[in-house]
């Protein structure tokens, strides 16, 4: 009988690729048009048939499996992104990003300015450092730092993950393991899902809304159509997954994970510009900033055009649905950088938020281990993937892993059938 | 010498209503108390808004509805002196009704797809919904949004049992469980007369409360010392932090907030929106068609008259944007438009607005919810370990307080349990104390 797969993101897609490749049926049920989930390509609003990145851009050193996949399937990397400079000791830390990049009230630190904020945020990071739930505000008030260099270091949980500085726990900056090196793929995040969708049964425009347990296997119903499935893996957003109906109810251990585990706010602003070369010259790998537009990085284009990705976390300013103000900003960051109005060519916001069927950016990991745990375990044939479930929360890398836990999952049950004796005996 | 636990102020932060409660609770045994407030003005979500609103009448922003079971609030309401409103009917329930949905459904108004629904058809919706819910029995923690898709429902049924929902919690119906939509049916509300600040201002009239004072910092253990934005430093034998949950998790405390706490507050769902209010001329109309609760399957989930036993004069409508459409918020002239329209349908005729405001919780910093919902299965947890004492820090706020999450009761009864609290801590014994008191000569 046949699988079910909620969802064409990044981890039901490794989840079904791995059914498939095990000789299951699989059928991927997609409630969208589009394919990727929160990795997103969007095609028709750039120049020169760029792809903008709607949702994740980066590939990280220490995220193999994806790494892996990009050889096999020979996807190209960009050249590296380096957003968080090392210290002067070659450490990367909780005050590695203050010295990069910096754009505050519309205007760029300087080196010494930067160096000064970053050597203040080290020391207190030495001398006192954040207990690993602690919030940014909360530590840095503790610590005393100079209200500058508060607003320096709280600053960059607007890229991960990309939360409101009140509600992003320590862990997340220091002691700055991730993203020392990063990468984009040259042909946008979504070629990663494309490569993994080949021969693939995909179901597009089909919103699951609710599932039926059956004496054996499953029954799914879309908004007109059903399903049946001996196995379901629900590789949707927790929010989403709040959204579909079980029948039975969900244990309460799930539910509970469920409506404990909130989404970042937030969406993506990408712009193209033109004068890349110029623009690059003046502002090196993009900034943080206090502006809507948290942090922004570049990815340069032909014809010397280049686009700005940036992210941007709901502050309830209304940012989100202001396009043309959200891009205007940007705009002013990277004036604040290279001293002139940048020539903008094309752009637009993604808002996360509003989407029916993801409803946030990422999951914000806040109950550790157990949390993930509880969200991963299977409920009898029903089984959980996506980046809110495992470990490295919020990157592809943790989606594409665990689809393939999923599925790992199902063909144990495989196994474990097959080599049952006939007659049911034990 | 025995010393006293009167040697040293309490410090109360945040003068919202369960900060002020623990404050007065204490200063009425003798106790030296201080109130700091971040902001300028005291009531925190216990917030009415008098100015641009014609003929004396206000609009609530925030907490605003006084449930039979808040007893509490009317007991300090009843102490005070601050006037409770006659009651006003929200729910028409019957002997064998299943969950409290139905009579909501029979005493409401209804905007399914932009119509109004008329009467005959919502009694016959909340048969409907009975016949569901016995059919497919909700759990008490399955969520809202599941249970409907299990049960089925669609049209006016569904419009119905989700705009009750989104109106009770402020919440999107995937953000909550179904337990408060089960079990025995609140009836009415009430209202404080003269506006829920009314509450707030009595109760802070003969406090010591310093505005502007924002806390960043708060040195605990032996005592406490509390810091405020611009350095100023308050020392006080303990203090009660009654800020809302995300103000808590930003506070510098040092030692650092017990773990348990921080990870509950960011594990909370919040309640993102605000409220908008607007005052139409047409004030009989308007008052026939809102006294009773007007729900939609629409942007503003849900909307009423702020004072629903004016005699006269105009009317002042106030409704929710929040969850998935809590952006509109941003954008004002938006949100009056869809204020706008939803009475007009609720009302009949096109109507006449005076004034009107939107106020943004979810964009304030200080707050960043209306408020919190959490599972059944989870609250008593939560307020457990939230209302747990640490470093002579008493935490106080609705979200302490175990059934009554995002209620005035829960404020109210958190302040007073904080306040309890420290008035049991006992008289501390000095070695000399002992020494003189206790050992044998």
């Known amino acids: ?426 | 010498m025995l010393r006293t636990i009167d040697d040293e102020a309490t410090i109360v932060v945040g003068a919202g209503l369960a900060g002020l409660v623990t404050a007065w609770r204490l200063q009425e045994t003798g106790m030296p108390v201080v109130v700091l407030e971040g902001s300028d003005r005291i009531g925190g979500r216990t917030m009415t808004s008098r100015d641009g609103w014609v003929d004396g009448q206000f609009a609530n922003y925030g907490g605003e509805l006084i449930f039979p079971a808040f007893h509490a609030l009317r007991a300090v309401c009843e102490e005070l002196g601050v006037e409770i409103s006659p009651p006003n009917v929200i729910a028409e329930p019957e002997p064998d009704d299943l969950s409290v949905v139905e009579g909501m459904v029979r005493a409401g108004n209804f905007i399914h797809q932009g119509t109004l629904v008329d009467r005959r058809e919502l009694i016959a919706s909340a048969a409907r919904i009975r016949a569901a819910v016995e059919a497919h029995p909700p759990a008490p923690h399955e969520i809202v949004e599941q249970w409907v898709r299990r049960a089925g429902l669609d049209g006016v049924d569904r419009t119905a049992f989700r705009g009750v929902a989104r109106m009770l919690t402020c919440q999107d119906t995937w953000d909550h469980d179904v337990h408060y939509l089960i079990g025995p049916a609140m009836t009415d509300i009430r209202r404080i007369s003269g506006g829920t600040q009314s509450l707030a201002d009595r109760l802070a009239m003969d406090l010591d409360v310093r505005l502007g004072h924002e806390v960043v910092r708060i040195r605990r253990g032996n005592g406490a010392e509390v810091e405020t934005s611009d350095g100023r430093i308050f020392h006080g034998a303990r203090v009660v932090v009654a800020t809302n949950p995300y103000a808590l998790s930003g506070i510098g405390f040092d030692p650092p907030l017990e773990e348990a706490k921080t990870s509950t507050v960011l594990s909370l769902l919040p309640a993102m929106g605000g409220k908008v209010a607007a005052q139409y001329a047409e004030g009989d109309a308007v008052r026939e068609a809102l006294n009773a609760i007007v729900y939609t399957d629409d942007e503003i989930c849900a909307a009423w008259t702020c004072w629903p036993d004016a005699p006269s004069g105009p009317a002042v409508v106030i409704g929710f944007l929040a969850g998935v459409h809590r952006h509109v918020l941003a954008d004002e002239g938006e949100a009056m438009r869809l204020l706008d329209d939803l009475v007009a349908t609720a009302v009949g005729h096109p109507v006449t607005r005076l004034h009107g405001d939107v106020h943004n919780w979810w964009a304030d910093p200080r707050f960043m919810s209306i408020t919190v919902n959490p599972s059944e299965h989870s609250r008593p947890r939560i307020a457990a370990v939230m209302s747990g004492i640490e470093h002579d820090t008493h935490i106080a706020g609705d979200y302490t307080s175990e059934q009554l999450f995002g209620t005035l009761e829960g404020a109210v009864r958190s302040g007073i349990r904080a306040a309890d609290e420290i008035l049991r801590v006992p008289t501390s014994f000095s070695a000399d104390d002992i020494e003189e008191r206790l050992t044998t000569r």
């Open chain 1, 1 to 426: 009988m046949t699988t079910i797969v909620i969802g064409a993101g990044l981890a039901g897609l490794f989840a079904a690729r791995a059914l498939h490749d095990a000789g299951e049926e699989v059928i991927v049920l997609e409630a969208t048009d589009h394919l990727g989930g929160r990795t997103r390509g969007v095609r028709g609003r750039l120049h020169h048939d760029q792809i903008a990145d709607a949702g994740a851009s980066f590939v990280d050193i220490g995220q193999d499996t994806l790494l892996e996949f990009c050889v096999r399937q020979d996807l190209r990397l960009t050249p590296q992104v380096r957003l968080l400079p090392r210290d002067p000791r070659g450490f990367s830390t909780g005050a590695s990003a203050l010295r990069g990049r910096i754009v505050s009230g519309g205007r760029a630190l300087v080196d010494a300015e930067r160096w000064d904020l970053a050597d203040e945020v080290q020391m207190a990071l030495e001398q006192d450092p954040p207990e690993r739930v602690e919030t940014l505000l909360a530590w840095s008030r503790r610590v005393g730092l100079s209200p500058r260099a508060r607003d320096a270091y709280a600053m960059q949980g607007s890229l991960a993950p990309q939360a409101r500085r009140e509600l992003v726990s320590s862990w997340h900056v220091h002691p700055g393991d991730a993203a020392q090196a990063r990468w984009m793929l040259a042909d946008g995040a979504d070629s990663i899902a494309r490569a993994a969708a080949g021969g693939l049964n995909l179901v597009f425009g089909s919103p699951v809304r609710w599932v039926d347990k059956e004496p054996v296997g499953y029954t799914i119903h879309t908004d007109d159509d059903s399903f049946s499935a001996q196995y379901v893996v629900v590789t949707s957003s927790v929010q989403a997954t709040r959204r579909i109906g079980f029948d039975p109810v969900l244990p309460e251990w799930k539910t509970e994970a469920l409506l404990t585990t909130p989404m970042s706010q937030g969406g993506k602003i990408i712009a193209q510009y033109a004068d890349a070369d110029r623009l690059v010259d003046a502002a090196g790998q993009g900034a943080m900033t206090d502006s809507p537009v948290g942090r922004f990085w570049f990815k340069r284009g032909p014809e010397d055009t280049l686009i700005a990705m940036g992210v941007m976390t709901d502050g309830g300013d209304g940012m989100l649905t202001q396009h043309a103000a959200a891009l205007q900003v940007l705009d002013r960051q990277i004036e604040a950088l290279t001293g002139s109005p940048p020539d903008r060519i094309a752009g637009l916001v993604h808002d996360w938020t509003t989407e029916e069927f993801v409803g946030g950016v990422v999951s914000l990991d806040t109950g550790g281990f157990e949390r993930r745990a509880v969200l991963a375990a299977p409920v009898g044939g029903l089984h959980f993937a996506g980046e809110a479930t495992g470990e490295r929360t919020g990157t592809m890398e943790a989606a594409v892993r665990s689809g393939r836990r999923a599925a790992d999952e199902i063909l144990q049950k495989r196994r474990r059938g097959r080599s049952r004796p006939r007659g049911g005996g034990r």
